[in-house]
């Protein structure tokens, strides 16, 4: 689960609903173990229509872990924002891109890239020049990468 706030105070008021409490409960029931992770935002683009789906569906997630040599940070930064706002305003099959570093770790990234279908556009934006660019930009300061298909059953986005 991966969710997104405008601000701490937003955060605050969603954590005080009376829903948000009670599936925080039932939670407990069903999740064997959790990581919570507090990223600090550095990049967020979404497809200017609202995203409902809560349905099957071929849409699929990637996450990234990306690991940045320490002091390359603005240099990982700059590329790879770039890239991202690239591929979110040129490709079709793109609905969303984030990236944000772990509060206090400002060389530990973690990127989210939601995508139409996984065969189509995401083989598709790997051949992109601007991939490509973003790919041999970074090439020496990215120490290391863990790539993670998560197949989403909700997603939710106000666009």
């Not at 009670?22 to 999740?31: A, H, M, N, T, Y």
């Not at 995401?122 to 120490?143: D, G, N």
């Amino acid at each position: 689960m991966i969710e997104s706030y405008q601000n701490d105070d937003a955060y605050q008021k969603h954590e005080s609903l009376s829903q948000v409490q009670q599936f925080e409960r039932d939670l407990k029931d069903i999740v064997n173990s959790q990581v919570k992770v507090k990223l600090y935002p550095e990049f967020i683009s979404t497809k200017p229509e609202k995203l409902a789906i809560t349905h099957d569906n071929q849409y699929v997630v990637y996450l990234t872990e990306i690991g940045v040599q320490l002091g390359k940070g603005d240099e990982f930064a700059n590329a790879v924002m770039k890239e991202m706002k690239t591929a979110v305003e040129k490709e079709d099959g793109i609905l969303a891109m984030l990236a944000g570093t772990i509060m206090n770790q400002p060389n530990e990234w973690f990127s989210l890239e939601v995508y139409k279908t996984e065969e189509t556009y995401y083989e598709e934006h790997l051949k992109t020049k601007h991939f490509k660019k973003y790919l041999e930009a970074t090439k020496y300061v990215v120490e290391s990468k863990g790539l993670h298909l998560l197949k989403p059953d909700c997603i939710m986005d106000q666009g």
